[in-house]
């Protein structure tokens, strides 16, 4: 088991999906939990309950994690009640269709601000944190749409592949401030985020077909991955693209 007691991780984006994941299984290794979120007050509120009542110290912040006073009032919530930001999880973002001859600019700038945008932000302020006290890790999640693209999907993929590139400069300028950053990509998930895909019987199989492992993994097996990177396990990894897909993309 990975301990991470008296450690304190901030994710973005935590009451769903792989945020979800990641918030409750960094809590089984004993951090403090500081999650934003946008607006599902309900899942947000089940999950404090959940981590609260197995003893974990955790806070919960809501609002647009596009926006610059979101990300700041997160950052200092977490500072105020935990002391310091040890670990952050780049992990927000939405997935919606658009044609790219059908794309708004609306779509686009959704897309953009709050999957790009965000982590900007995100970074800026880990920087901010770290720093000074010349340690921290950051932990991005992309996609393997970064990688190879996404027909009907290009603004996400635009994002992911760009978040790609951030972690590769951050790392090599954070690097000398001992803050890791690394990515975890993964591929399809099995998540609410992608539910029409899951729950259609045909549209499920031929995505599974496409996996070598032959299964579309939980958030949890995306939440093991960003968890060994925010270890000791992985001190001398840096500045790398986990990729989490059961072998569907297979790059270097």
Not at 139 to 156: D, K, N, P
Not at 169 to 180: M, Q
Request: aromatic share 6%; glycine share 10%.
């Amino acid at each position: 088991m990975i301990e991470l007691t008296d450690k304190t991780v901030l994710v973005t984006g935590g009451s769903r999906g792989i945020g979800e994941a990641t918030c409750r299984l960094f809590a089984e290794a004993g951090c403090n939990v500081a999650f934003g979120y946008r607006s599902n007050h309900e899942s947000a509120q089940a999950l404090m309950t959940e981590l609260q009542e197995a003893g974990r110290n955790v806070i919960a912040v809501a609002g647009d994690i596009s926006e610059r006073d979101t990300v700041q009032h997160l950052f200092d919530r977490c500072t105020e009640s935990f002391g310091a930001v040890d670990i952050v999880v780049g992990n927000a973002g939405i997935w919606k269709r658009a044609p790219i001859d059908q794309m708004s600019e609306e779509d686009w700038d959704e897309t953009i601000d709050v999957n790009l945008r965000s982590i900007y932000y995100t970074c800026k302020f880990a920087a901010l944190e770290m720093k000074p006290r010349h340690s921290g890790r950051i932990i991005l999640v992309t996609s393997t749409a970064g990688q190879r693209g996404e027909a009907f999907y290009s603004h996400y993929a635009a994002t992911k592949g760009a978040m790609i590139a951030m972690t590769k400069s951050l790392a090599s300028e954070l690097g000398p401030w001992g803050i890791r950053v690394n990515a975890v990509a993964p591929g399809w998930v099995d998540s609410d985020m992608s539910s029409a895909e899951m729950k259609d019987p045909a549209s499920r199989k031929l995505i599974e077909d496409g996996i070598p492992l032959g299964y579309v993994p939980g958030a949890e097996e995306i939440a093991g991955p960003i968890l060994f990177l925010a270890s000791t396990l992985s001190s001398h990894v840096h500045g790398e693209v986990l990729n989490v897909n059961g072998g569907s993309v297979l790059c270097g």
